[in-house]
């Protein structure tokens, strides 16, 4: 009897260090990253009937970033509806109406809830 209750613990023992490890996999690939080009597409749709974080922007030549997905061939970066998202997406209008060059930055750990990752940081020259 004590044979099979060592044997029960044992198992569920290895169910949860494989469900240890294979979330400690899923970070364990996530990185920051970054890449340069102009602006070519940035999108602000009305947040009542497209929800909240839905404003992107997509560079042209940037055709990775990690794990990011891309939309068009081109990475799709999310910004937030928050005051620093705000800043970024004015900041990219000024760099697309100049035609400036932008360097982006993300972390492919940090993406919204269908997988797009968010512009966490960006440089003009």
Request: net charge positive; glycine share 8%; hydrophobic share 45%.
């Amino acid at each position: 009897m004590s044979s099979n209750k060592s044997r029960e613990r044992l198992t569920a023992y290895r169910r949860i260090a494989i469900a240890l490890l294979m979330a400690a996999a899923q970070w364990a690939y996530a990185a920051p990253h970054n890449a340069s080009g102009t602006v070519n597409l940035l999108n602000l749709p009305d947040g009542a009937s497209q929800g909240a974080n839905q404003s992107w922007v997509t560079v042209t030549g940037v055709t990775s970033l990690g794990s990011c997905p891309t939309n068009g061939g081109l990475v799709l970066l999310r910004m937030r509806d928050d005051v620093p998202g705000q800043k970024q997406f004015a900041t990219l209008l000024a760099a697309k109406v100049s035609g400036s060059n932008v360097a982006v930055f993300v972390d492919d750990a940090y993406v919204d809830p269908t997988g797009f990752c968010y512009l966490l940081f960006l440089q003009i020259s």
